[in-house]
């Protein structure tokens, strides 16, 4: 069988069996235990490094192969929290549907925008549209919510979806045209932060902002953007991207790691220019 083989390229050079049980058992026995975890990822990443491969090979998408290994690498931790080795399944059979489906949740966030906030954006400006050709006059919030028939919560959940939107349109504009003008920067600060600042505290956040958009995968990104600008708690993010409300956070503590491990770079890198 064609996973066999993959799995065959896996083995090669790996722990011996007894010694990777030995580790799983430690871990089960102390499941807060990181490095016994990270041992059991270091191990098993040959396998997410297989499957990205071939999930790759199975899309069209021009996607970075950097991006399916950090989704895998989720979907492979959730499997070693879930795995029960007495059971006698082979955790590569037993991880493989987690790994894949993880890079499969990734790729299906490609276009940055969850499909429930792009709808709520399209009702909402056809909302706008109609309300205007009918009446010749701009709605106000209340019109508005008598048009769609919605209350104030859920309009205020609409119109803050319509403004995530705008932002990530703008967003991406700076992280996909290396040549973008200062407006196109500027535009995408302001709308992040509305309060004035300083010139060089200004230069200062657009230098950490590219720090950001360089270092973090779209769907990262996009944490950052609902959690820190948005305001959003880690289950409403979960409930936008449809995944388990632990996979957010997860994947938050990942970021955390990434950042501060790109400001210690650049700390580094700034210290040794200036001396």
Not at 155 to 182: G, H, M, P
């Amino acid at each position: 069988m064609e996973y066999q083989s993959g799995e065959a390229q896996f083995r090669r050079g790996q722990k011996s069996p007894k010694s990777i049980q030995a580790i799983w058992i430690q871990y089960k026995l102390h499941p807060n235990d990181l490095a016994l975890r990270n041992r059991l990822v270091e191990h098993y990443m040959p396998l997410v490094s297989y499957h990205a491969k071939r999930v790759a090979l199975k899309t069209n998408k021009r996607t970075v192969a950097e991006e399916l290994l950090t989704a895998g690498a989720f979907g492979l931790m959730d499997a070693i929290d879930a795995y029960d080795f007495d059971r006698g399944i082979k955790f590569e059979t037993f991880s493989s549907h987690r790994i894949r489906g993880a890079m499969l949740d990734e790729l299906r966030s490609q276009d940055w925008l969850p499909r429930l906030i792009r709808s709520r954006n399209t009702r909402l400006e056809q909302a706008k549209t109609s309300w205007l050709g009918q009446r010749g006059y701009a709605p106000t919030d209340d019109d508005l919510c008598r048009q769609m028939n919605v209350d104030r919560k859920e309009y205020r959940k609409i119109t803050r979806d319509a403004t995530l939107a705008c932002r990530v349109s703008l967003n991406q504009q700076v992280a996909d045209n290396n040549e973008a003008t200062d407006r196109d920067l500027c535009a995408g600060h302001t709308l992040a932060d509305k309060s004035f600042s300083a010139p060089n505290v200004v230069a200062q956040k657009l230098e950490l902002r590219e720090l950001v958009l360089e270092d973090l995968s779209r769907i990262e990104r996009l944490i950052v953007l609902l959690y820190y600008y948005e305001g959003m708690t880690m289950k409403e993010i979960s409930l936008t991207f449809d995944i388990s409300e632990s996979r957010v956070c997860q994947m938050h503590t990942m970021i955390l790691a990434k950042l501060r491990s790109q400001l210690r770079r650049h700390e580094m890198t700034t210290t040794a220019a200036l001396a």
